[in-house]
């Protein structure tokens, strides 16, 4: 039996969950960043006098940090494994999220934005790709929706520390708050192993085998003989593999589903509460709507959880894609605190299930030997929106202030583009073995 197939056949175990968690933990710090800057932007627009344009500025630094960041270590964990690049990248994040605090104005903000960037945007592809290659074929949809759905919990946990805290003490305490993942790095070490899929196709067959050793002690079950993957599927593949006759549909259809997905996301939530704000609601009421708002994420990522390995991919991401583009629409319509409340949530609960079906997805159009590279650079090109986004809204709101329909009629629209790529161009993947991957 080869490795992935016994990996694949595994009951699901406590072990898995415990990869779960464990991933899931520096997701989860990961999004109590970027919530605290969306949070934060606010008070450091009033304080340094910034204009619409340098607030969208510092919302688009993060994310031309995150493209770098993608890119890069999605390169480099086909070459150095998911583990090591998932701990230095949460490292990398957490300080420079820290050094944010001490900020001296606009210039040197930005550029501690864009080193947060770097680090998240490399960890978050990692993180799924290490924990699709370590789940069984039947759950791994489940599992990567529910590591996904730690992001809703640190958005929800900036939210709580924004109305908590950053009213009474400041935009900086906020910062020094989402520095305290560094911690979490010296025990996330122990505590997850490296995927045997990526030591097997960089050579090393005998480590791969003493982790699936590991995995089946601790899931109860007998060991099997492993025998290695033919040497046609290993090896390392660079990023001009991804348009190979193979794969080329595949990769045009992540890169325009990610780019919709993260101009939406970033561009709605990073301008959330400043945008309740212009609309009168004040700073605490606007970070009370954001609370609940962001509280309908969870709902959204495990609903998807249920379904994603009961449908489908592409039948679930479809779903969640549609319901958020009406959403986002009829949001930017609303008038009084009880619409915004309850299509704001609603743009909250399908945006976060698609995203949860995202990453689930990607990884699975890919095989070992380029899944970190093909995870990285459609996460990379995904940033690209995200980066144009807050601009977009900062350039919206000084030509037609107070046109908030006009802003969220555009989300809604850049939504259905990416709905259309995946109808197009995507592949079905549930049930599909990651070693079926290969074209």
């Not at 020094?176 to 899929?197: C, F, H, K, Q, T």
């Amino acid at each position: 039996m080869r490795i992935g197939e016994r990996l694949d056949g595994l009951p699901l175990s406590p072990f898995h969950w415990r990869v779960v968690i464990s991933s899931g933990l520096g997701w989860m710090f990961d999004a109590l960043d970027s919530g605290l800057v969306a949070f934060a932007l606010p008070l450091v627009a009033k304080e340094w006098s910034l204009s619409p344009g340098q607030v969208g500025s510092l919302g688009s630094a993060g994310l031309a940090g995150m493209f770098a960041g993608a890119v890069l270590v999605g390169s480099l964990t086909d070459r150095y494994g998911r583990k090591t690049l998932f701990q230095a990248t949460l490292a990398v994040f957490s300080v420079a999220t820290g050094l944010c605090a001490a900020a001296s104005g606009y210039l040197s903000l930005l550029s501690m934005r864009f080193l947060v960037g770097a680090g998240l945007g490399g960890e978050l592809p990692v993180a799924s790709t290490l924990v699709s290659e370590l789940s069984p074929r039947e759950h791994r949809g489940k599992l990567v929706v529910v590591l996904e759905s730690f992001w809703a919990f640190g958005w929800a946990a900036a939210a709580v520390v924004a109305y908590l805290l950053i009213p009474t003490w400041g935009w900086r305490a906020g910062f020094l708050i989402g520095a305290l993942p560094v911690l979490y790095v010296l025990w996330l070490r122990r505590a997850v192993p490296e995927s045997p899929r990526f030591l097997e196709s960089a050579g090393r067959f005998e480590e791969a085998t003493a982790v699936v050793r590991r995995v089946e002690a601790e899931c109860g079950q007998p060991e099997v003989p492993l025998e290695p993957t033919p040497a046609a599927q290993k090896g390392r593949a660079g990023v001009g593999a991804l348009w190979a006759a193979g794969y080329r549909k595949r990769t045009a259809m992540l890169w325009v589903l990610w780019f919709a997905m993260v101009y939406s996301y970033y561009g709605i939530f990073i301008w959330l509460p400043s945008l309740l704000v212009a609309q009168g609601y004040g700073l605490v009421k606007s970070f009370q709507y954001t609370l609940v708002i962001t509280a309908a994420q969870i709902p959204g990522y495990f609903s998807a959880a249920w379904l994603v390995d009961r449908l489908g991919r592409k039948p679930t991401l479809s779903l969640y894609m549609l319901g958020c583009a009406g959403s986002a629409f009829a949001f930017g319509r609303a008038e009084g605190g009880a619409q915004v409340m309850a299509w704001g949530c609603l743009v909250s609960f399908f945006n976060l299930g698609a995203w949860g079906v995202v990453y689930t997805y990607t990884p699975e159009n890919y095989p070992t030997a380029l899944r970190g590279t093909g995870s990285g650079w459609a996460a990379g090109i995904g940033r690209v929106g995200g980066i144009l986004a807050p601009m977009v809204v900062g350039r919206l709101l000084t030509a037609a202030p107070g046109r908030q329909e006009l802003i969220f009629a555009q989300f809604a629209a850049v939504v259905l583009v990416g709905l259309a790529a995946v109808l197009a161009l995507g592949e079905e993947t549930k049930g599909r073995s990651l070693e079926a991957a290969s074209a």
